[in-house]
């Protein structure tokens, strides 16, 4: 499948209008506005959630145990890598901060609920959903030890974990405030959980890790699934290859990648206005280097069989790949 995307001359102008800093604001301030007036609209009552979530069910508007588990989480000796020290999402601090970390559950239902239009909040649940379809129809057993790469605040590890009961997970990503964040949702699930059920769940705890997907330090062979969902469009070109190459050296023989992301060839991304294209550069840094990488080359290349992709959205697709 080929994923190249020829710069065009309104690729070109949209870049030349990012370049320039007083507009670049300008567009990042907009989408972040918009984002949050499209939450509300739709019942995802974005200030409201991130309050909570900073409180903690306290007294302080920001619970002191958030400084503790980020203390707990962190890898004091992780260097960053500097494409990820940058602005992402309209935040200055990129990831690492606990602004982003608060709002990335609400900004993910505000931007996938447009993916199908009768879904709305519930947009961000049908693209995971739809993601663990295309899993499950295409691996043959289900998998026991399952490496969440980039998990954000663990919706995806949640969702994996939901669809694969018995599996061990492992949440990795590069921001230990998201992870933080991760921890403290999946407590607040299991406490759910517990009360509501008479036998409680008997999933295992997921593991958060923070480390660089690329580098990420676990044992080699110690996965029979290695899942990214919706990191690769977060990455340039010599990342993504880098991580491709660690995800072969995580996994068994046998073993399966899935990366479930943005569909460079599907219409909406041909169709959308120039406009919406240039905010959505504004927010998504090495988009023109997703959108360009031929990943099912790139796969291969790291030693997997070629890729199965298949479209589950209107706007995405996954590839799932068999380590050779
Ligand atoms: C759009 S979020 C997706 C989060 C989650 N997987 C989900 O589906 O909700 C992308 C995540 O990838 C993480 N990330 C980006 N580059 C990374 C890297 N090189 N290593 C580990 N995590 C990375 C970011 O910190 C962020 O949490």
């Known amino acids: 499948m080929s994923t190249s995307a020829a710069p065009n001359s309104l690729t ?5 209008f990012l370049a320039i800093k007083p507009l670049a604001a300008l567009a990042k301030n907009r989408a972040r506005t918009m984002m949050i007036e499209r939450a509300e609209s739709i019942g995802v009552y974005w200030r409201d959630e ?3 979530l900073k409180a903690r069910a306290g007294e302080s508007p920001f619970s002191e145990q958030w ?94 974990q939901g669809t694969f009961p018995d599996a061990q997970l492992t949440g990795v990503d590069l921001s230990p405030y998201f992870l933080a964040v991760a921890q403290y949702r999946q407590q607040q699930s299991v406490r759910a959980t517990a009360a509501t059920v008479s ?46 190459q660690e995800a072969r050296r995580l996994l068994q023989p046998g073993g399966h990648l899935a990366i479930m992301d943005m569909n460079p060839n599907c219409e909406t991304f041909a169709k959308m206005p120039p406009f919406v294209l240039t905010l959505l550069k504004s927010t998504e840094p090495y988009l023109d280097e ?3 990488l031929d990943i099912a080359d790139a796969c291969r290349t790291a030693g997997f069989a070629p890729p199965t992709v298949v479209t589950n959205s209107p706007r995405h697709r996954t590839l799932i790949a068999a380590a050779i």
């Not at 070109?12 to 030349?16: P, Q, R």
């Not at 900004?107 to 499950?136: F, M, N, T």
């Not at 997907?213 to 290695?226: H, I, S, Y």
Request: overall charge negative; charged content about 15%; proline content about 5%.
């Open 12 to 16: 070109w102008l949209a870049n030349g």
């Open 50 to 52: 991130v309050q909570r």
């Open 67 to 160: 400084s503790h588990d980020l203390a707990d989480l962190q890898n004091a000796d992780l260097s960053y890598p500097d494409y990820y020290v940058t602005s992402f999402h309209a935040y200055e601090e990129g990831n690492l901060g606990w602004q982003p970390a608060m709002e990335v559950e609400v900004a993910a239902k505000a931007v996938h609920a447009r993916i199908w239009p009768e879904a709305g909040a519930q947009g961000d649940a049908q693209l995971r959903q739809s993601y663990h379809d295309v899993l499950k129809a295409n691996l043959a057993t289900a998998p026991t030890n399952i490496v969440d790469l980039g998990c954000g605040v663990g919706m995806s590890s949640e969702t994996l």
């Open 199 to 244: 036998a409680p769940t008997s999933s295992p705890t997921i593991h958060w890790y923070h480390a660089a997907a690329e580098a990420t330090g676990l044992p080699q062979g110690q996965f029979d699934l290695v899942s990214a969902c919706l990191m690769f469009h977060e990455l340039p070109q010599v990342a993504a290859i880098a991580i491709l």
């Open 290 to 292: 997703y959108f360009s």
